[in-house]
């Protein structure tokens, strides 16, 4: 393994400036005046591709190497609480006080409100997170290669959008990030798996630490919480989606929890959206161009339903080209490039958008409107789950056996 202090900045950061610099200036332009980093804030979160998630390394190090934690104590203390274990180990104590030791700043009235108001967005919401978010991220290579390397591209996609939507589902129902709640526990297991993930890749000698540095870093998990968060809501927006103030502040709110449950340093959380988009129209000034993965990955994720059971052809052909015309419209067209695939008209959004303003924006302003779209929003899900996964979602990727 190699250490943090025997690196430089890897090469990655900036190699493609003039692509990432199209790429990025949109969110930097919406963040305001002062959004460029510059100085030891740039330098800080250039470092940032350098570091990991301590606190999962050292539970990692705690099972593969000392063996004093078994995987079966992680499991019982993640669903009963740490108490539960005869005998719990010191390392398995100090990852679980780190965890449930949660920061003063969080606040449970925001925590629900932000759940509530991320699935009022209903369907819209999933089509977001897969055809912005998701397919936002692999417009870079730079980050890709764990996903790559433990082979969840391909035929894996299907599973893997299933998992990313249930965590996403389980972070957003009623309690879902209190202890006792599925979110938190999806996140912390999430957390737990990354953490092995890249325990195993930094100790692979075909790993490119000058070119990539740490597998998992923190960089790049800022970049994905801001994803799930401010380009989210930016993105619900321009489907014409009416987002109150408060809501998206306690959207930022639950993501920036949820973020740091799964181990991104408290410097980068979305706190607010203009701290949000200053992080993200960074991290995005610093990516590496398009690889071979952001290819795989994107026609995986743009043909997903062709692997979905129980689907006829020519609903399989419809879901591809409804996902394409998203996917343009999310990705401002010229980012279908980056993943290799062809941009459509964006004739999907023209139908969500008038849609979404009458609903939201008439609708949800009357008397009950708000429980009227919340109802909605949930009729909407139930029935993209019955559909997507002939109503069995696949379970989460288990975290691999000390």
Sequence with gaps: MTTDAALTTPTRFGSAPAWSERFARPMLALAGPGARMRGEELADLKAALLRRDEAGDALVRAVREDKAVTMPQFRTALADGVDAVEDAPAALRDFFAHVEERPAWVDDALLERGGAAARRIGKDGFDILAFGSLLGGYRSGGALQPL???????????????????????????????????????????????????????RDPSWDWEFRGVPINQHDRAGTIGSFSTSFL?????????????????????WSYVGWLMGVDERWLPRTERAGRRVLGNVIAGFSAPEESSRLLGAGLIDMHDRAPGIPAWRRRYERERALSMATYLNLGYGMRDVGQPARLPWYPALRVPANVFWTHVVGRLPGG??????????????????QYAGHRPPIAPIPEG
């Design 148 to 202: 790559v390397r433990t082979g969840r591209i391909g035929e894996q996609t299907l599973q893997r959008v299933g998992e990313t939507g249930q965590w996403w589902l389980a972070c957003t129902a009623p309690g879902g990030v209190r202890r006792d709640g599925e979110g938190w526990r999806l996140s912390v297991h999430v957390r737990a798996m990354h953490a092995f993930v890249n325990y195993q890749l930094e």
């Design 234 to 254: 930016l993105q619900a927006r321009s489907l014409g989606i009416r987002v109150p103030a408060g809501d998206a502040a306690a959207i930022m709110h639950l």
């Design 370 to 387: 708000r429980g009227v779209l919340d109802r909605r929003a949930e009729r909407a899900l139930d029935r993209m789950a019955r559909f």
